[in-house]
């Protein structure tokens, strides 16, 4: 009697754990059907204001969707590795450039290794990859280790960053994984914003403070540039009978009398293309490039300009230093910034460039764009600096999530992106919760129709088992996916089955005339073993494909993991549980079985 007692405390303390647990989900399903008939904005502020708290708690411990059921967005990276092994290698020369080149192009929509295919051109050019990368003393074997450890490190740094730069910004169970050799899933349920979202993961995040070399060192590499592309004009010119263009660089950018340059919105992009090109690059002055701001300027006619730079290649400092960033508005304008503060080793160094560089430029540049080019007026001495040039308070709070995240090792591009609309994850909700209903309605019936009272008992023990695999589900924050939904209607069968062979076993002890007590104790006895056998195979089945699957397969494992494991203890103990419970008040015979 005291087991008895002690199990059916049990049974009723869990069961109530697992109420307290969806009990948020309720109250967050709650809060929406009251938010429905609130048909202007002022009504529905008020309601959220009103119970603000409430609100954020639900939805903080409630039973999460994944994006096929919440909507969201589903993209696929892959981490440049290419740029990566331009940054590794050393003693480039136009040979070089050709056989990365020729990688690029073979790597180019196919997820292979990299470092694979610049062994192989490496191998047949006949070059040792020494002369490119590391000591000249390694062998091809070395050089390859060295660089597929770096690229795999690469992959693993680019995933990380994105995961912190997520999880800043604020997603409720994101999908974050890698998948071969350059490529990053990332599934974001819930998300609206989807090109701030793109802008945040794309962003490498690369700082950098550069010295911005003195105008008239500007003016010339201009002139010496737009000589050039008027040599290429008239060339072209004379082939085709037209008449070639004296300035044609001049078309694109306005050069001012005190040297300041502006470049119009319409050129921005053929002159980031145009200063990419080697024949061009060539003709600035040594360690130099032309760099745009990243916030453009309204001229007097509504047409935006960009500050053009020439600035030093070679940084002064980069954002490794940088130990804290925070979004906030200028002291003496409304314009937003982000103030960064740098570990002991940048602050000496920034000491020692902003003192030997007083009265000059120096550009802060964020991936390529210049964000502002302060004057340095005296000697900073406590490692901090400011970023301006801001656009919205938005920008700046997503500089400063990627500023804290960290730098990506090298840039990453979206190859595949898909949107998953509310509307689409509600009709896979009501489909799901559809199957599930008539799935669980059907073995419930049967249950009842084949064995009458025992059916019953199996029915609720049914019940609890889809209650503890949800309450699970929220009390952990994983994610209710539309596999999920397919691994709990798996999980009724399987908790069913499980009944069926303890009924079974029952019903043949019956059978040979043993005592309905006597029965029940040996059938769950010669059932056990059977059960535990196909519940412990069924588990590692699910744990293999959470381990090896990704994305909605994991969710069907997940889904799967914890049903198996509700499933033994509601068969085994639940029931067991009424049945004793029912003898014990002679509430059951041996037709209770059918």
Same mark, same amino acid.
């Given at each position: 009697?005291?087991?008895?007692?002690?199990?059916?405390?049990?049974?009723?303390?869990?069961?109530?754990?697992?109420?307290?647990?969806?009990?948020?989900?309720?109250?967050?399903?709650?809060?929406?059907?009251?938010?429905?008939?609130?048909?202007?904005?002022?009504?529905?502020?008020?309601?959220?204001?009103?119970?603000?708290?409430?609100?954020?708690?639900?939805?903080?411990?409630?039973?999460?969707?994944?994006?096929?059921?919440?909507?969201?967005?589903?993209?696929?990276?892959?981490?440049?590795?290419?740029?990566?092994?331009?940054?590794?290698?050393?003693?480039?020369?136009?040979?070089?450039?050709?056989?990365?080149?020729?990688?690029?192009?073979?790597?180019?929509?196919?997820?292979?290794?990299?470092?694979?295919?610049?062994?192989?051109?490496?191998?047949?050019?006949?070059?040792?990859?020494? $002369?490119?990368?590391?000591?000249?003393?390694?062998?091809?074997?070395?050089?390859?280790?060295?660089?597929?450890?770096?690229?795999?490190?690469?992959?693993?740094?680019?995933?990380?960053?994105? *995961?912190?730069?997520?999880?800043?910004?604020?997603?409720?169970?994101?999908?974050?994984?890698?998948?071969?050799? *350059? @490529?990053?899933?990332?599934?974001?349920?819930?998300?609206?914003?989807?090109?701030?979202?793109?802008?945040?993961?794309?962003?490498?995040?690369?700082?950098?403070?550069?010295?911005?070399?003195?105008?008239?060192?500007?003016?010339?590499?201009?002139?010496?540039?737009?000589?050039?592309?008027?040599?290429?004009?008239?060339?072209?010119?004379?082939?085709?009978?037209?008449?070639?263009?004296?300035?044609?660089?001049?078309?694109?950018?306005?050069?001012?009398?005190?040297?300041?340059?502006?470049?119009?919105?319409?050129?921005?992009?053929?002159?980031?293309?145009?200063?990419?090109?080697?024949?061009?690059?060539?003709?600035?002055?040594?360690?130099?490039?032309? @760099?745009?701001?990243?916030?453009?300027?309204?001229?007097?006619?509504?047409?935006?300009?960009?500050?053009?730079?020439?600035?030093?290649?070679?940084?002064?400092?980069?954002?490794?230093?940088?130990?804290?960033?925070?979004?906030?508005?200028?002291?003496?304008?409304?314009?937003?910034?982000?103030?960064?503060?740098?570990?002991?080793?940048?602050?000496?160094?920034?000491?020692?460039?902003?003192?030997?560089?007083?009265?000059?430029?120096?550009?802060?540049?964020?991936?390529?764009?210049?964000?502002?080019?302060?004057?340095?007026?005296?000697?900073?001495?406590?490692?901090?600096?400011?970023?301006?040039?801001?656009?919205?308070?938005?920008?700046?709070?997503?500089?400063?999530?990627?500023?804290?995240?960290?730098?990506?090792?090298?840039?990453?591009?979206?190859?595949?992106? $898909?949107?998953?609309?509310?509307?689409?994850?509600?009709?896979?909700?009501?489909?799901?919760?559809?199957?599930?209903?008539?799935?669980?309605?059907?073995?419930?019936?049967?249950?009842?129709?084949?064995? @009458?009272?025992?059916?019953?008992?199996?029915?609720?023990?049914?019940?609890?088992?889809?209650?503890?695999?949800?309450?699970?589900?929220?009390?952990?924050?994983?994610?209710?996916?539309?596999?999920?939904?397919?691994?709990?209607?798996?999980?009724?069968?399987?908790?069913?089955?499980?009944?069926?062979?303890?009924?079974?076993?029952? $019903?043949?002890?019956?059978?040979?005339?043993?005592?309905? @007590?006597?029965?029940?104790?040996?059938?769950?006895?010669?059932?056990?073993?059977?059960?535990?056998?196909?519940?412990?195979?069924?588990?590692?089945?699910?744990?293999?494909?959470?381990?090896?699957?990704?994305?909605?397969?994991?969710?069907?494992?997940?889904?799967?993991?914890?049903?198996?494991?509700?499933?033994?203890?509601?068969?085994?103990?639940?029931?067991?549980?009424?049945?004793?419970?029912?003898?014990?008040?002679?509430?059951?015979?041996?037709?209770?079985?059918?």
């Amino acid at each position: 009697m005291k087991n008895n007692r002690f199990t059916g405390i049990l049974i009723v303390a869990l069961t109530a754990l697992a109420l307290w647990s969806l009990w948020p989900t309720y109250q967050q399903y709650s809060f929406n059907k009251k938010l429905e008939p609130l048909t202007t904005a002022e009504d529905s502020l008020k309601f959220i204001q009103e119970h603000r708290q409430a609100i954020d708690n639900a939805t903080e411990k409630s039973l999460k969707l994944g994006l096929d059921l919440k909507g969201g967005m589903y993209l696929v990276l892959e981490v440049d590795l290419i740029d990566l092994i331009e940054q590794r290698a050393w003693n480039k020369d136009q040979t070089f450039r050709d056989m990365l080149a020729s990688v690029n192009e073979k790597a180019s929509g196919v997820n292979t290794g990299t470092i694979d295919l610049l062994a192989a051109e490496f191998r047949d050019s006949g070059i040792r990859m020494s $002369r490119y990368f590391y000591d000249v003393r390694d062998s091809d074997e070395e050089v390859i280790v060295k660089l597929r450890k770096e690229a795999e490190e690469a992959l693993a740094r680019a995933r990380e960053v994105i *995961r912190n730069r997520v999880d800043q910004y604020g997603v409720a169970e994101p999908v974050i994984q890698t998948q071969g050799a *350059r @490529r990053i899933i990332v599934a974001l349920p819930g998300v609206s914003d989807q090109e701030r979202v793109r802008k945040l993961l794309k962003g490498t995040a690369k700082l950098e403070f550069k010295l911005v070399r003195d105008r008239e060192a500007m003016v010339s590499a201009l002139e010496r540039i737009n000589k050039r592309m008027a040599e290429r004009e008239a060339s072209a010119a004379d082939s085709e009978g037209s008449v070639a263009d004296a300035n044609p660089l001049y078309k694109h950018i306005v050069v001012m009398d005190n040297g300041r340059a502006y470049v119009p919105e319409y050129s921005r992009e053929y002159l980031l293309t145009l200063f990419e090109d080697n024949d061009i690059v060539n003709l600035l002055p040594k360690d130099s490039e032309l @760099r745009l701001s990243a916030k453009s300027i309204e001229g007097q006619d509504g047409e935006q300009f960009y500050d053009l730079y020439l600035i030093k290649k070679t940084p002064e400092l980069t954002g490794g230093v940088i130990t804290e960033a925070k979004a906030t508005f200028g002291a003496s304008t409304v314009q937003p910034e982000v103030t960064m503060k740098m570990n002991a080793d940048g602050t000496a160094k920034w000491a020692r460039i902003t003192g030997a560089n007083i009265g000059r430029q120096i550009a802060i540049v964020l991936d390529g764009a210049v964000y502002s080019a302060p004057v340095v007026e005296s000697k900073i001495p406590g490692g901090s600096s400011v970023i301006n040039g801001i656009g919205s308070l938005e920008e700046a709070q997503d500089l400063e999530i990627v500023l804290k995240a960290g730098a990506l090792p090298a840039p990453v591009r979206i190859i595949e992106e $898909r949107t998953v609309g509310p509307s689409l994850g509600a009709d896979y909700i009501r489909s799901g919760l559809l199957s599930s209903s008539w799935g669980l309605s059907i073995v419930a019936v049967f249950m009842i129709f084949y064995y @009458r009272k025992a059916g019953v008992s199996a029915d609720i023990a049914l019940v609890l088992n889809i209650l503890f695999v949800l309450s699970v589900l929220a009390g952990f924050g994983a994610a209710l996916t539309l596999p999920g939904i397919a691994g709990l209607v798996l999980t009724i069968g399987m908790a069913v089955d499980a009944n069926v062979l303890i009924f079974e076993r029952i $019903r043949e002890e019956l059978i040979e005339k043993k005592n309905l @007590r006597v029965a029940v104790d040996t059938g769950y006895s010669k059932a056990f073993s059977a059960i535990i056998d196909s519940q412990i195979t069924t588990l590692g089945a699910a744990f293999l494909l959470y381990v090896y699957g990704i994305g909605p397969i994991q969710g069907f494992a997940i889904t799967l993991m914890i049903g198996t494991a509700a499933s033994l203890f509601t068969a085994l103990v639940v029931t067991k549980s009424i049945f004793d419970l029912l003898i014990s008040k002679n509430l059951m015979t041996e037709k209770s079985f059918g």
